[in-house]
């Protein structure tokens, strides 16, 4: 069984527990592409663990270390980081890139996620 971990109110995820946390979760999910080296990453760690707070049962907000994890990170497609990628029934129903105030991440969460 897959080990699940988390950083405040975020789930992390890897490729190997990917389709299990992620496509298969019977709730809305935002996986956060992130990197160490990557100093927007770290911007908004802290408002998308409040928001995971938040959100609580509606919606999985997780995170993939794209460095670690290139299976996922080269199968969406992701070019720039952070870039945050919307489930919803094992499908992306939305995106968005760069660091973006919390108010903004609420708003775009909140409607691709249809919540």
Same mark, same amino acid.
């Given at each position: 069984?897959?080990?699940?971990?988390?950083?405040?109110?975020?789930?992390?995820?890897?490729?190997?527990?990917?389709?299990?946390? %992620?496509?298969?979760?019977?709730?809305? %999910?935002? %996986?956060?592409?992130?990197?160490?080296?990557?100093?927007?990453?770290?911007?908004?760690? $802290?408002?998308?663990?409040?928001?995971?707070?938040?959100?609580?049962?509606?919606?999985?907000?997780?995170?993939?270390?794209?460095?670690?994890?290139?299976?996922?990170?080269?199968?969406?497609?992701?070019?720039?980081?952070?870039?945050?990628?919307?489930?919803?029934?094992?499908?992306?129903?939305?995106?968005? %890139?760069?660091?973006?105030? $919390?108010?903004?991440?609420?708003?775009?969460?909140?409607?691709?996620?249809?919540?």
């Amino acid at each position: 069984m897959p080990q699940e971990t988390s950083v405040g109110s975020l789930v992390t995820i890897t490729d190997d527990t990917f389709a299990e946390l %992620v496509l298969a979760s019977d709730r809305p %999910v935002v %996986v956060d592409f992130w990197a160490d080296w990557c100093p927007p990453c770290k911007a908004i760690e $802290k408002s998308l663990a409040e928001l995971a707070g938040e959100f609580g049962d509606r919606m999985v907000v997780a995170k993939l270390n794209s460095d670690e994890n290139p299976e996922a990170t080269r199968r969406y497609a992701v070019m720039s980081l952070p870039t945050l990628l919307v489930f919803r029934q094992g499908e992306v129903v939305g995106s968005t %890139v760069g660091s973006r105030p $919390k108010t903004h991440l609420r708003q775009i969460l909140t409607t691709q996620a249809d919540l």
